[in-house]
């Protein structure tokens, strides 16, 4: 991993200095720096903060098209209608469309 990857955590991390940044799985981060062989520096939703590189794994950005735009999902989604999709913390969106009565495509 390097400056400029964006990793998602794969396991929770509870801090014990304020230095380090608290992981939820699912989280995607942005790496800043790499500490050391054990630790990254990361920015997550304007916090910053120190995280073992053992509990994420690197997330690839896919190309996006004109029009369209990324989003991280911040919690679950689980639908009844079948042309819903089912979302689960730290999934990558890509969104071609504008809302619709709240909903996107």
Do not use: Y
Not at 25 to 39: C, H, K, N, S, T
Not at 49 to 75: H, N
């Amino acid at each position: 991993m390097e400056a400029g990857s964006v990793v998602r955590a794969i396991f929770d991390f509870c801090p014990s200095v304020s230095e380090e940044l608290p992981l939820f799985v699912g989280d995607v981060i942005e790496v800043l720096a790499v500490v050391d062989e054990f630790w990254l520096l990361g920015k997550k939703e304007d916090v910053t903060g120190q995280f073992p590189s053992s509990f994420v794994e690197i997330v690839t950005i896919p190309s996006l098209k004109e029009g369209e735009r990324l989003f991280v999902c911040i919690c679950e989604f689980t639908s009844q209608e079948l042309d819903s999709l089912p979302l689960h913390r730290g999934d990558l969106v890509i969104l071609d469309g504008v809302p619709t009565a709240g909903w996107l495509q």
